[in-house]
């Protein structure tokens, strides 16, 4: 696959929306067309530090290194890189724990540049408890707030999906995904 083939694109929002369900999707029906791609799933469940509304700027630092590390070594071994969450989400929880931190500041913004697309998964429902996951839905909506907040500040486009179209998400995401991967030919004068 040529650089112009070449694609990341990451999931985002707050927890408990469906990015994991869309990730798994997703890579399924691209698979399915013999498109070459890793996932990057969300590393914070290997996280050995706390998480969640006890989080620190400490666990927040490991996600977000650990987050930029997998995302490496997947775009480095295919060429579409499908993420369960970005860089951006993982910033979001360390600011609600911590305030920001401008030591992180410039890292962020010079990965977040490395996203082709990011896809931005409302709240629809209250988290359920998975053994991991808050499901505070107060929380859950600050997370969601933080990132809306952070792209607009950021000044970073991304698509976003309608809370009442939930079941026409994955078709919208192939669809710009494949457009992106595979662009219309131009018609012959």
């Not at 969300?42 to 996280?47: K, S, Y």
């Not at 369960?84 to 540049?113: C, F, H, I, K, T």
């Not at 952070?150 to 994955?170: Q, V």
Request: aromatic share 4%; glycine share 4%.
């Amino acid at each position: 696959m040529s650089d112009a083939q070449r694609l990341k694109l990451a999931f985002i929002g707050s927890h408990g929306v469906g990015k994991t369900t869309l990730c798994y999707g997703l890579a399924a029906r691209l698979k399915a067309r013999d498109v070459s791609l890793e996932m990057v799933h969300e590393v914070a469940r290997l996280c050995p530090l706390p998480i969640n509304e006890q989080t620190s700027v400490a666990s927040q630092s490991w996600i977000l290194h650990t987050q930029i590390a997998a995302e490496i070594v997947a775009a480095e071994r295919h060429p579409v890189v499908v993420c369960d969450r970005s860089a951006l989400d993982n910033y979001v929880y360390m600011m609600l724990a911590a305030g920001r931190q401008q030591a992180l500041e410039s890292l962020l913004d010079a990965w977040m540049a490395t996203y082709d697309l990011l896809v931005l998964v409302p709240i629809i429902e209250e988290p359920r408890a998975d053994g991991l996951r808050a499901t505070d839905p107060s929380f859950q909506r600050a997370v969601e707030d933080g990132v809306r907040r952070e792209l607009t500040r950021r000044e970073m486009p991304a698509m976003h999906l309608e809370p009442e179209n939930r079941d026409g998400w994955l078709e919208r995401v192939e669809a710009e995904v494949l457009e992106r991967l595979m662009p219309s030919q131009l018609p012959l004068l």
